[in-house]
């Protein structure tokens, strides 16, 4: 008997396969909760967190992150239902009916600072020369003009303000004041707000005109009583890469977040971009690993390693080593059925089987419809004159008791079927 095939992984090997394939899944469900982050794809030269041109609110995001808050950049619409500080930073275009119904949803839910857009900005052009390309970075863009956000003056009250465009000569001060800060804005080109009496000034330019304000609504009013506070930044250039450029610029931006938070009491900030293009739905492998459905996970994970475990753990005693090994195949299995008989000594046994099926064999070299002895016989007399009967040799065979008579007896029932399958 051959010895049992040695197996072609070791339980080591086995281990390792298992382990790097769970770690590629753990990769792949990475990968998918990435979405759009991974590879920084939102980096397209808009005015969005993502962004790193002079448009974008990349810098504002890494600085609110420097001073200890946790900042999340939200692809999600859920990312709106925040109860910590949410900021917006709409296109240029939106309808104002849906973002009106969005502000008063964030009344009750948390603080909420708009930046309303300024720039148009595009993307340096083939034309350019190519040393000029190679000094642009991923995401810079090129300031084309600014533009104020009609859509503003058609928001409810006590949202309602008209967005103005004012560039300012060379002889006037395009300084700023507010919060207890001073500083002087990037460009001469303007935006401030047409604000009313519900509205508070925050920040403001030499000539008085408001930069930034809070809306604080009619006295009295329920949404002065109870509503959480919104401000809106009417020239982007305060919070905006170009406006991180300066110092006091940067503090003005932390001096309004402040003002948000409640002076610290909320320590969270969340930059939506799904007004900006950037939303995306849930997908059932990263809300498996988000409450309340992490427990299940946590669960399926370990029930995962348990079975793991024990599928390298013996079941019951081991097998006798170097027992017989019992093959596929015809070969495998007769010689498995002759070592049976072997260890039986049952081999007087193996006469009238054996002379039964050589008379199945012969009848049919013969053409005879049934493996009759005597018909056989007859044929045979026929067929091959001379020969010994069959019947004779049969008798023989069956009552041979002796491995070697048996053996003999075998061999005459197969030389006469070899003798008809020859034609002789």
């Known amino acids: 008997m051959t010895a049992a095939p040695s197996v072609p992984f070791s339980r080591f090997g086995a281990l390792m396969l298992v382990a790097v394939g769970f770690a590629l ?13 991974f590879g920084d794809r939102g980096n397209d030269g808009q005015a969005h967190a993502a962004g790193t041109g ?19 950049r939200s692809r999600s619409p859920s990312g709106l239902e925040t109860y910590d500080l949410l900021v917006l930073t709409p296109p240029a275009y939106v309808d104002p009916e849906e973002f009106a119904e969005l502000l008063q ?53 006590p949202y309602k303000f008209k967005h103005i465009k004012e560039a300012l000569a060379k002889d006037e001060a395009h300084s700023w004041e507010g919060l ?29 005109h408001t930069l930034a304000f809070k809306v604080i609504g009619e006295p009295g009013s329920a949404y002065n009583e109870n509503a959480h ?13 170009y406006g991180m450029a300066g110092q ?83 070969q495998r299995l007769i010689a498995n059925g002759a070592g049976l008989i072997l260890r039986a000594r049952r081999l007087r046994l193996l006469g009238a089987p054996y002379a039964a099926l050589s ?39 069956e009552a041979a008791s002796k491995p070697a008579d048996i053996l003999t007896a075998a061999q005459a029932l197969d030389s006469l079927t070899t003798k008809l399958s020859q034609g002789k």
């Open 54 to 72: 002079l448009n974008g609110y990349a810098g504002f995001v890494r600085l609110l992150a420097a001073e200890g808050y946790d900042v999340t």
């Open 105 to 157: 949803k964030r009344e009750g839910l948390g603080p909420t600072l708009v930046i309303l857009p300024k720039w148009d900005a595009s993307l340096p052009p083939p034309i350019l020369p190519e040393d000029a390309r190679e000094k642009f970075k991923p995401g810079w863009v090129i300031l084309t003009g600014a533009y104020p956000s009609e859509w503003a003056a058609e928001l409810p009250e």
């Open 359 to 397: 008379a199945r064999r012969i009848a049919e070299r013969l053409g005879l419809a049934r493996p009759d002895p005597q018909a056989i016989d007859a044929a045979l007399a026929r067929r091959l004159p001379g020969e010994e009967p069959f019947t004779r040799r049969a008798t023989r065979l």
């Open 248 to 330: 006091s610029r940067a503090e003005a931006a932390l001096a309004l977040v402040e003002e948000l938070t409640y002076d610290g009491d909320i320590s969270a900030v969340t930059f939506d971009m799904t007004l900006n293009g950037f939303g995306a739905s849930e997908n059932l492998l990263t809300l498996a690993f988000r409450p309340p459905f992490l427990a299940a996970t946590l669960c399926l994970l370990l029930a995962l390693l348990i079975v793991g475990w024990r599928a390298f753990q013996r079941f019951g005693p081991p097998a006798l080593a170097g027992g017989p090994a019992i093959a596929f195949g015809k």
């Open 25 to 37: 899944f753990l990769a792949m469900v990475w990968l998918i909760a990435a979405g759009e982050e």
């Open 180 to 208: 207890g800060l001073s500083g002087r804005m990037p460009t001469r080109t303007m935006l401030y707000a047409d604000s009313n009496a519900r509205h508070e000034a925050l920040i403001a330019d030499a000539a008085g």
């Open 229 to 241: 506070w919104t401000i809106f930044v009417a020239d982007a250039d305060l919070v905006n890469n």
